[in-house]
């Protein structure tokens, strides 16, 4: 279980540092990456989320945790 744990860690730590680089790509070149549309991904979800109120707000409360969360994890 903890050969699981470790690799799902190291697998979200490395999503979360591409992120910024792909959308750093998107705003300089226009194009997307790994067939990927960040920034229209990222607005639709921001889009959604203020569109559906208090379970958007719920959303994002999670979201905001995971976020937190791994951080304090993936720098182990």
């Given at each position: 279980m903890n050969y699981l744990t470790e690799f799902f860690g190291g697998l979200v730590a490395i999503m979360i540092s591409i992120i910024p680089v792909t959308i750093l790509w998107t705003?300089?070149?226009?194009?997307?990456?790994f067939g990927m549309d960040i920034i229209g991904n990222f607005m639709g979800m921001v889009t959604a989320i203020?569109?559906?109120?208090?379970?958007?707000?719920?959303?994002?409360?999670?979201?905001?945790?995971?976020?937190?969360?791994?951080?304090?994890?993936c720098k182990k």
């Amino acid at each position: 279980m903890n050969y699981l744990t470790e690799f799902f860690g190291g697998l979200v730590a490395i999503m979360i540092s591409i992120i910024p680089v792909t959308i750093l790509w998107t705003l300089l070149t226009g194009n997307v990456i790994f067939g990927m549309d960040i920034i229209g991904n990222f607005m639709g979800m921001v889009t959604a989320i203020g569109n559906a109120g208090f379970v958007g707000l719920l959303a994002l409360v999670f979201i905001m945790y995971f976020f937190m969360e791994c951080k304090k994890d993936c720098k182990k």
